[in-house]
């Protein structure tokens, strides 16, 4: 999992230290909070990036790490934000979670580039924007690996798949970098989150019910009534084969 604060270099450089602490604060009380546990325990399982840290877990938590994890974290900033002084700077997270095997014991390799990447995509910083409409402070994307382990799995009791706008991430200096994944903001639905992405997947079609499919006319419906005339001479066999719920009007042969 990756996080990263939102605007961090625009913060006061004295107020760096105290901003990136809090976060750490609100990270750590958090994970408890859903019985996760501490990166930092884990020899190497915590890296710090300036402006967020990349925190790893082994696969056996990944499903709390979407549900609870992600709503507890933003209601958590909801909070901080409730009672943070007015020269604190307001906190506001983007957040990604992947999987994949790493080395050891430096825990190396592409999976944590991929989270990486998936933080810093176009959709999740855009999605960020959704969050900030709506009065959360968090957006997050998941690979699609991890979406299909965990939501689409049933795995995550509060998280249904319409919490999710499938999306592709994008990183605009990682031209070679093009990930299907999945946007989530606590308190929005996929849906609702789809105006703010570009690059958000289309929409999928919902497929005719078997009722629907049984009721279909196999081919063009004939309007009743109408009248058609041939002004050469044709079979019946040829007017059938061409036309089906034909009526031969007879009478002028």
């Not at 639905?189 to 279909?216: E, H, I």
């Amino acid at each position: 999992m990756a996080i990263d604060m939102e605007k961090y270099s625009q913060i006061a450089e004295a107020k760096m230290a105290a901003a990136r602490c809090d976060v750490d604060d609100i990270v750590a009380t958090v994970l408890a909070e859903c019985q996760l546990p501490d990166p930092k325990e884990l020899p190497g399982g915590y890296k710090d990036s300036g402006d967020g840290a990349i925190l790893l877990f082994p696969p056996s938590v990944l499903a709390r790490l979407v549900d609870p994890l992600l709503g507890r974290l933003n209601a958590a900033l909801v909070r901080y934000e409730q009672q943070r002084l007015a020269s604190s700077p307001l906190l506001r997270l983007r957040a990604s979670v992947h999987v994949g095997p790493l080395s050891v014991p430096d825990h190396r390799g592409n999976a944590i580039n991929e989270t990486a990447r998936l933080l810093d995509s176009q959709a999740t910083r855009q999605a960020l924007s959704a969050a900030k409409d709506s009065g959360a402070f968090l957006a997050a994307a998941l690979s699609e690996v991890v979406y299909q382990r965990t939501v689409h799995a049933g795995r995550t009791p509060d998280l249904g798949q319409h919490h999710f706008l499938g999306a592709v991430a994008r990183v605009s200096d990682k031209p070679g970098f093009e990930q299907p994944c999945r946007i989530h903001v606590p308190g929005l639905t996929g849906p609702a989150v789809r105006p703010y992405l570009t690059d958000a997947a289309p929409p999928a079609s919902t497929p005719p019910s078997t009722a629907q499919l049984s009721d279909a006319p196999t081919t063009p419906a004939v309007s009743s009534g109408g009248t058609i005339q041939f002004h050469g001479q044709v079979s019946d066999p040829t007017i059938a084969n061409r036309i089906k719920n034909v009526r031969i009007d007879r009478r002028q042969r």
